[in-house]
């Protein structure tokens, strides 16, 4: 009777095993359908969602956002091309991507009943020499608080205006944090984000390494896309630029690939699953250096989910994420 009794309990624990996979691998599939690329380690996608479901913990998540940036006309006397702008409340383009984020919870909670704790992370530490680029770089302290103040101001009209659907479903509000606040708690986890930009810039300069190889791919990404122009790669001084900043970004995603997942796990103790990024941009090159970075040192889950990230000044496009949200 009792090795009944077991039996039973195993086929009973193997069925609903079953169940909670078929219901990730809708919503896997629901998700890889809506993202605008292909999704970075899936597999890993689907492992933190099965831990978070176990466990029954929110699913972790890292957006990472840049200041709205104002292309000028023509250049100023220093050769500075862009200009920063504070998000206002009223921008279309900023209240479409939150309401694609709130999309994204209702389907994850509609299909296999979790909840996601995602952390905004709002870029406000501008790469070294920013100031021959930018007009006002000095002023991203006070543009990059009057932008958060903003975001949270759409996010509470956006939650007024649902009618009381976000408490009903338990819909958790992004949690939004200057990337300047991140950096400068890493000391308690014994990680200095800047430092280690510093130890991938220095990396990425030898021609054996793996980093090496990583910027010289990108590199060449850059020299066939149409955003860097013909002429950007004939003068010395232009090539030089575009070589830095690449082996910038290089490295400061690599960092962040590592440092933000143990930062959003130390921040909140209640995180069970490795946090999983969601893509900073709907360029192909972006997105491309973004998986290759986040995984150069250890896998990373990347989903290239939204159509309004970025582009802050821009008209908002459609997607199938605020389709979710105006259909409940």
């Not at 996979?21 to 899936?42: C, G, H, K, M």
């Not at 300047?180 to 990396?203: C, D, P, T, W, Y």
């Amino acid at each position: 009777m009792e090795n009944m009794k077991n039996t039973n309990l195993q086929n009973s624990q193997r069925e609903s095993d079953s169940n909670k996979d078929s219901e990730l691998f809708a919503w896997l599939n629901i998700l890889q359908q809506n993202s605008v690329a292909e999704i970075t380690n899936p597999d890993l996608v689907f492992k933190a969602a099965s831990i978070s479901k176990t466990s029954n913990t929110p699913l972790p998540l890292i957006l990472t956002l840049c200041p709205a940036v104002f292309n000028l006309n023509f250049p100023t006397q220093k050769g500075q091309t862009r200009e920063l702008v504070p998000i206002d409340p009223n921008n279309l383009r900023v209240k479409s991507l939150f309401e694609e984020i709130f999309g994204f919870q209702i389907l994850l909670k509609d299909t296999i009943g979790l909840n996601i704790e995602l952390f905004l992370i709002f870029g406000d530490l501008l790469e070294s020499g920013s100031e021959k680029m930018i007009t006002n770089s000095n002023e991203i302290g006070t543009i990059s608080q009057t932008s958060i103040k903003s975001m949270r101001e759409i996010i509470i009209n956006l939650d007024q205006n649902s009618n009381g659907l976000f408490q009903k479903m338990g819909i958790m509000a992004p949690k939004i944090r200057l990337q300047s606040g991140i950096s400068q708690q890493g000391g308690k986890i014994h990680l200095n984000r800047e430092q280690m930009i510093n130890q991938f810039k220095v990396a990425i300069l030898d021609p054996n390494s793996d980093h090496f190889a990583l910027w010289s791919k990108h590199l060449k990404l850059a020299r066939k896309d149409a955003k860097f122009t013909e002429t950007s790669w004939q003068g010395q001084k232009s090539a030089e630029t575009i070589w830095d900043r690449m082996r910038f970004l290089i490295a400061e995603l690599t960092t962040d690939g590592i440092f933000l997942p143990e930062m959003i796990k130390h921040l909140n103790r209640n995180v069970v699953a490795e946090p999983i990024f969601l893509a900073s941009s709907t360029r192909d090159a972006t997105l491309k250096m973004e998986a290759d970075c986040f995984s150069s040192e250890s896998p990373r889950a990347l989903i290239p989910a939204f159509r309004n990230i970025g582009k802050w000044l821009e008209s908002p496009e459609s997607s199938p994420w605020i389709d979710i949200l105006r259909n409940v």
